[in-house]
């Protein structure tokens, strides 16, 4: 049997060391409401799925390189959506609710005249889209009226709305909102103008969708590159010397021995993002993040479960 364990003797004790200080860090975060939505005793939890020194290592790295959201967070990206995203957007392509939507943060909240909607793209408020329309609608304070879901585009068309905002916690590789977008029928809505408005969104997803939908124009409160992915964004060089493709077996080699198959060990698409909000972990994230069985405790919930 192929030996996974990668870690020299010698090497030992400054990796257990710079898993203490990893994991004294992120209590730390909780103590401080940096990482709300995760508790000690969870992730206390999780710090003991990994027994071995390599596992132990592994998992540290994880946490040392993971991009966190909580819903603080969120409130703020999507201030940061509506105040300057959007209204930036709304500039670059020269549309008339430019200087309108410069105000969205106080107009959505106390008009019913600015013919705009947002677009809930899922049925219900636990799906990442309808929880973004629930924390703006509800919890932000936009008019209720200012919402609509995928199917009610064409309603609202017909009684004269001309600009649709379709709302998401993130894009990454963009084939979950290409699906979405596949089922509306742009020639119905010629001049009609569409935006999708995102917390976060990376490269990959941004290229796919601006291929595709050269019309659709987008926004978003942060941008992700190629080293939000795990494999990407470690060090690997400190405190031990190791490779990609060495880290790469050893997971996928300790998935297998936990119990768990080597399906999208990833994500589904395979773009072993570290990066999760504290209400889901987006499905093209590393997998190690949630993943649970009898014997292995997930740290945070997989989106929809």
């Given at each position: ?10 090497d ?12 004294s ?17 969870n992730?206390?939890a ?6 071995t020194?390599?596992?132990?290592y ?6 040392d ?6 819903e ?26 430019y ?5 969205s943060?106080?107009?959505l909240?106390?008009s ?14 636990t ?9 703006l ?40 909102i ?13 001049d ?6 995102a ?7 941004m290229?796919l ?19 939000v992915?795990?494999?990407?964004g ?5 405190p031990?010397t ?17 119990g768990?198959g080597a ?12 990066y ?11 997998a ?18």
């Amino acid at each position: 049997m192929e030996d996974f364990n990668f870690i020299q003797d010698e090497d030992k004790e400054s990796v257990e060391t710079y898993v203490e200080s990893v994991f004294s860090r992120s209590e730390m975060f909780i103590d401080m409401g940096i990482w709300r939505g995760i508790d000690k005793v969870n992730l206390r939890a999780w710090r003991n799925n990994f027994t071995t020194v390599d596992e132990r290592y592994f998992s540290a790295l994880v946490l040392d390189n993971l991009t966190y959201r909580t819903e603080d967070h969120v409130k703020s990206m999507l201030i940061d959506l509506f105040t300057i995203g959007i209204p930036n957007a709304f500039r670059l392509n020269a549309d008339e609710l430019y200087e309108t939507m410069r105000f969205s943060l106080t107009l959505l909240k106390n008009s019913k005249d600015i013919p705009i909607r947002i677009v809930n793209t899922n049925r219900t408020s636990t799906q990442s889209s309808g929880y973004y329309a629930f924390m703006l609608n509800h919890v932000m304070g936009y008019h209720r009226d200012y919402f609509c879901d995928l199917d009610e585009i064409e309603e609202h068309y017909h009684k004269g709305i001309r600009h649709f905002i379709l709302i998401d916690d993130i894009i990454c590789s963009g084939e979950q909102i290409d699906t979405v977008l596949q089922q509306i029928d742009f020639q119905k809505f010629k001049d009609a103008r569409f935006y999708i408005a995102a917390c976060a969104m990376h490269d990959e997803g941004m290229r796919l969708l601006r291929e595709k939908y050269s019309h659709v124009k987008y926004a978003y409160a942060e941008h992700l590159t190629q080293n939000v992915s795990f494999l990407d964004g470690v060090d690997y060089s400190f405190p031990v010397t190791c490779t990609r493709d060495i880290l790469d077996g050893f997971y996928k080699n300790m998935l297998k021995e936990k119990g768990f198959g080597a399906k999208h060990p990833y994500g589904i698409i395979g773009m072993g993002l570290n990066y999760a909000f504290d209400k889901s972990v987006p499905n093209d994230c590393i997998a190690v993040l949630h993943l649970h069985n009898e014997y292995f405790n997930g740290l945070l919930k997989k989106r929809g479960s």
